[in-house]
């Protein structure tokens, strides 16, 4: 049975069977003869995109949009071969004339024809067209024809009565002397990467805005626009034309997340009109700043720049606003009869003057002084503090250092001006070459006749057989009977900027303001090793937002940071209660039931468990109150739900905070060594801080940090509650209490006959309750004490009493108490 399929017809037949199995698609080349196996390359709707297809109905025009790759070309090239060709060679098509409209001659002909998706690569051999050089067409063998036409000769398109018209798109890369050749660009990748005629190849954004603007306003013009005769319109309808390498990729995601997009690199090379468009020229700045300001009598004609942004932060005069422009951008404003003239200091239109016509003052010693300053007058490093354009607007520094400059000593400045690092580090290497050249100056007399000359202008003197001649911008003009100027030394090629490689910057991935759920724990030592003073923090968060900061002061003011969290710990919430047990031996009570936050739990054997493994700590959200336990079986019930069996509690001598039972809803904590240390100096212990804890990437006053005060007392200093507390009453009525002492450090050994003693000396306080009231409170240096007949008297005691324990250190005070009841 032949291989056949109806609903989908040819569109997308290539994709439908690469996604068939080995056998289908075996079949199906199987079936095709030899004719169809030659034909099967050129049938456009079987390999086809939907998006590359015609839309069905009766339509005028078809607009492609899509990125670079997206197929625009061949499917354009496509068209047009279905609009001429019939069922055979020699058949006519539904068209006969077709108009190839591009913005060059040169770029119809690159692309449109000869290009790699062009009408000739897509065409086979029968029905192929040949191109007439000389009268700039194709000639189908059926006799249609395609002519080629451009936006620069609008008037070409009038006469042959078209049937049909394939319009690419304009644009202009943002490269140096792009609109030479505006369908060029660089593209390492792609076989038709080319530079401009004459370009350098620098990073250009006015040459692409101004080629926009010239466009839209060229056709925007009725005078080169007419309406048309046919319809209510313009022969172009300029809402209706689109610039090519727009990107619908999220600007400034795309390009600088390049391990997603691998031709993100392509930007800094002028690929794209992505986050290009909101630039300004530098003369629509300038002009705009003098007209806020009142002035109306202003020419920025000779001003070329394009400013990414410019931040004025205070209301300030126009002079104020204007410096900054005026020192990264290199111009001047000069007043000339009423008009300020803002002028790039470049050296175009240098007025020639001859020693020989200078003027004779007795202000001069000659002619003309020359002056050179020192050396140590200059500096030869610069450091520019700039705005970073293309990502997260952050400030950062370039710096230029001259070849010769031996000292540590730089000069800095600041902008409030948007730049890339290489627009930066180029301004900071033009600062130093300026001021290097800028130390020749010359004072000269001209005559009346030369009255013209003024601030700004620039004048050649004739130089000596080395050097050569000398160019000078006037800085200072003195007028009486002679015209006394002061001019500074220039270099045009200064002002030609070097062609540093932009990198593409890494912008910072969107943080969502989520509050961050964090735990202190003023944890015992667990390994010996960490600052028995200083807290454990646990962070996380759902969706978690990158590192955390920790900001601590003493105040709510003036916060520093104490400490980022990289990666959020295990942590979760108890969904049953977990009795008392007994420490130092397995608790095989009741399961645990945990619901995570964030992480997950894992078995470990018998071994592993006594060894230290699967550590945690619960509690009840406060610092200070947290018992350290372990368990051996994780089994996961629920979506981020364990059951947490064979348990060994109050860990690290944490049985002595062990309550009755944690209630459900109890905060649990895996001890992994996610959850870290704070830096906290010795003197903080027991001192209320303030901490704000949320996102790094964003500002400890964003709304989503967390503020807490908290003062800590430094548990892995706190002596271990005594063990195995027991009395014995004598025949004369005395009780007899002795002991067990703990260590918290060192004591797992079994070499030693005791275990270290962990403090400077031993000390226990000993306390005689009765209904809650202390009756008697002893010191005492041994792990015994005598409460004889007469002590019980003078206490008025009665029975039954409570004896309490606990040991003293000298650091942290009075660790938990050990109770033993006494009755009688």
């Keep these: 049975m032949p291989l056949i399929w109806t609903e989908r017809g040819l569109r997308s037949g290539a994709s439908w069977i690469a996604s068939a199995d080995a056998a289908v698609q075996e079949q199906f080349l199987n079936e095709l003869d030899e004719g169809e196996l030659l034909a099967l390359p050129y049938l456009f709707d079987f390999w086809a995109m939907d998006h590359q297809l015609p839309p069905e109905g009766s339509w005028r025009t078809w607009v492609v949009l899509g990125g670079r790759g997206a197929g625009k070309t061949r499917a354009g090239a ?68 395609a002519t080629i036409h451009t936006a620069h000769d609008p008037e070409g398109l009038r006469g042959p009565q078209f049937d049909a018209a394939w319009v690419d798109e304009y644009g202009c890369a943002a490269v140096n002397k792009g609109t030479n050749q505006p369908n060029k660009f660089l593209d390492w990748k792609s076989s038709e990467s080319r530079l401009p005629y004459y370009s350098t190849g620098a990073r250009d954004e006015l040459m692409q805005l101004q080629y926009l603007r010239a466009m839209s306003e060229y056709w925007n013009d009725p005078g080169h626009n007419p309406l048309s005769p046919e319809y209510d319109g313009r022969m172009l309808d300029m809402s209706r034309a689109f610039v090519w390498a727009f990107d619908t990729r999220p600007y400034p995601f795309f390009p600088n997340n390049v391990t997603k997009w691998s031709d993100g690199d392509n930007y800094t090379r002028g690929h794209w009109i992505n986050g290009r468009t909101a630039g300004r020229s530098l003369a629509s700045v300038v002009g705009e700043i003098c007209r806020r300001a009142g002035l109306v009598n202003f020419r920025t004609e000779g001003l070329y720049g394009y400013v990414r942004g410019y931040a004025v932060e205070q209301v300030t005069d126009a002079r104020a606003a204007l410096q900054p422009l005026m020192i990264r951008y290199g111009f001047d404003a000069i007043e000339r009869d009423g008009v300020l003239q803002f002028r790039m200091r470049d050296g175009v239109k240098a007025v020639t003057l001859d020693p020989e016509r200078l003027a004779v003052t007795s202000e001069l010693d000659g002619t003309a002084e020359q002056v050179r300053e020192a050396d140590a007058e200059v500096s030869g490093r610069m450091r520019l503090r700039f705005v970073q354009a293309d990502a997260d607007f952050d400030v950062i520094a370039e710096e230029a250092v001259l070849a010769d400059e031996a000292t540590h000593a730089v000069s800095g400045s600041e902008v409030n001006i948007a730049l890339t690092r290489g627009e930066g580090r180029q301004i900071a290497e033009r600062w130093l070459t300026e001021a290097r050249v800028a130390r020749d100056t010359v004072r000269l007399a001209l005559p009346p006749s030369q009255i013209a000359l003024g601030a700004g202008d ?38 030609d900027l070097a062609d540093i490689y932009d990198e593409v910057v890494q912008a910072r991935l969107f943080v969502a303001p989520v509050p961050v759920l964090s735990h202190f724990m003023d944890l015992p030592l667990l390994r010996g090793d960490e600052v028995p003073h200083a807290p454990h923090l646990a962070a996380t968060a759902q969706p978690w937002p990158g590192p955390v900061a920790v900001f601590q002061s003493s105040t709510d003011a003036n916060y520093e940071l104490s400490k980022v969290i990289g990666t959020r710990s295990t942590v979760g919430i108890t969904r049953t209660s977990l009795p008392a047990a007994r420490a130092g031996v397995i608790d095989r ?236």
């Design 78 to 145: 496509e068209w047009v071969r279905s609009m001429v060709e019939g069922a055979k060679p020699l058949d006519p098509g539904a068209c006969t004339r077709v108009a190839l409209v591009g913005e060059t001659i040169e770029q119809v002909r690159e692309v449109m024809v000869f290009g790699d998706s062009g009408v000739l690569a897509c065409s086979p051999e029968d029905r192929r067209p040949v191109w007439e050089s000389g009268r700039k067409r194709l000639v189908w063998p059926n006799g249609s024809i």
């Design 458 to 495: 620039v004048f050649e003197l004739p130089g000596d057989a080395n050097e050569g001649p000398a160019l000078y911008r006037i800085d200072r003009v003195e007028q009486s009977d002679v015209q006394l100027l002061e001019g500074v030394r220039i270099e045009p090629q200064v002002y």
């Design 589 to 824: 009570g009741d399961v645990l039931e945990v619901e995570l936050v964030s992480g997950s739990l894992s078995s470990v054997s018998e071994e592993a468990l006594l060894s230290g493994a699967n550590m945690a700590a619960i509690g009840d959200g406060s610092y200070d109150k947290w018992e350290v336990f372990q368990f051996a079986e994780a089994e996961l019930v629920a979506p981020r739900t364990y059951w947490l069996k064979t348990r060994l509690r109050g860990q690290a001598g944490s049985d002595g905070l062990m309550p009755g039972s944690w209630p459900s809803g109890s905060s649990f904590v895996l001890l992994d060594g996610t959850p870290s240390q704070l830096d906290l100096s010795p003197n903080l212990r027991r001192v209320a801080q303030n901490f704000r804890i949320g996102p790094a990437r964003r500002g400890y006053d964003d709304p989503s940090y967390r503020h807490r005060i908290v003062a800590f007392d430094g548990n892995g200093l706190r002596p271990y509650v005594p063990c195995h507390l027991r009395f014995r009453e004598t025949a004369t009525g005395d009780y007899e209490l002795d002991w067990i002492r703990r260590t918290r450090i060192d004591g797992d050994g079994w070499e030693t006959p005791e275990v270290p003693l962990g403090e400077e000396s031993e000390s226990y306080v000993v306390r005689v309750m009765q209904n809650g009231a202390v009756l008697r409170e002893e010191m005492v240096a041994h792990p015994s004490f005598h409460y004889s007949a007469a002590m019980q008297a003078s206490d008025n005691l009665a029975s039954p009493f409570d004896v309490a324990v606990a040991q003293v250190s000298a650091t942290y005070g009075t660790g938990p108490f050990q109770t033993v009841r006494i009755a009688e």
